[in-house]
């Protein structure tokens, strides 16, 4: 599949750790952010997203947890699973979700059974 | 199934050759786009459509246009392909312009150009 970055920030786990990816985003302006994976040879997929008027949402074994005064977002992966392995982006936008999106370069996750 | 699909997924030609990639959703999506992806530089904009006929540049846009005469297709092309376009190329769609949660992507075309 294709490769979608040569030296990409690589975290390693084991199956049924948990993982914290983290992303520092650039415009303080920003009100809206999003979590994506990518599989080798997909396009970016939807995770979750969250609003600059919340700290912390949770889905389905993955938690976003938002830091304003630092201009920092987390993703949290519950119980990692082989599965899991991808590369994650953040990204940001203004006005909630109507301005282009910005793209962080991305962290490959990578996990061993 | 919903499903953004690209054609070709993998293209190589040569400088200056004109070139069309095809994209097509079949979700009745008004908001479609473009973006390319490079090592170190992540996922960025080409051309984005609110709905048909409605076309605005994104953050990259030089050496690229786009058409939406339909609601399902949105046509990228290459007037004069560079070898700086060499890339990875995704489409996506949306239902509207502020509802990120419901964006898919394409699964890629990787272009080459010599």
């Known amino acids: 599949g294709e490769s979608v970055g040569l030296h990409l920030p690589t975290l390693s786990v084991q199956e049924g750790d948990n993982s914290i990816i983290n992303c520092a985003y650039s415009?303080?302006?920003?009100?809206?952010f999003i979590w994506y994976k990518q599989e080798s040879g997909k396009g970016p997929q939807f995770i979750i997203d969250?609003?600059?008027?919340?700290d912390k949402r949770q889905g389905q074994r993955v938690t976003v947890l938002l830091n304003k005064t630092v201009k920092h977002l987390s993703l949290q992966i519950a119980a990692t699973q082989p599965g899991d392995s991808a590369v994650y982006f953040c990204?940001?936008?203004?006005?909630?979700?109507?301005?282009?999106?910005?793209f962080g370069k991305g962290t490959m996750l990578l996990v061993s059974p | 199934e919903a499903q953004v699909t690209q054609n070709p997924r993998y293209l190589i030609t040569v400088t200056g050759k004109k070139l069309t990639v095809t994209c097509s959703q079949n979700?009745?999506?008004?908001?479609m786009s473009w973006y390319r992806q490079d090592p170190g530089l992540g996922l960025r904009q080409i051309y984005y459509?609110?709905?048909?006929?409605?076309?605005d540049k994104g953050d990259v846009p030089e050496g690229y246009k786009v058409s939406r005469k339909e609601k399902r297709n949105f046509p990228l092309i290459l007037e004069s392909p560079s070898p700086n376009q060499t890339s990875l190329y995704f489409c996506?769609?949306?239902?509207?312009?502020?509802?990120?949660?419901?964006?898919?992507f394409g699964p890629g075309t990787r272009l080459l150009v010599l």
């Open positions: 996506a769609s949306r239902d509207r312009a502020g509802v990120q949660e419901t964006q898919y």
């Open positions: 415009n303080s302006a920003s009100d809206y």
């Open positions: 969250i609003r600059s008027n919340m």
């Open positions: 990204a940001e936008t203004l006005n909630s979700g109507y301005s282009t999106l910005t």
């Open positions: 979700m009745n999506h008004e908001y």
């Open positions: 459509s609110m709905n048909v006929e409605v076309t």
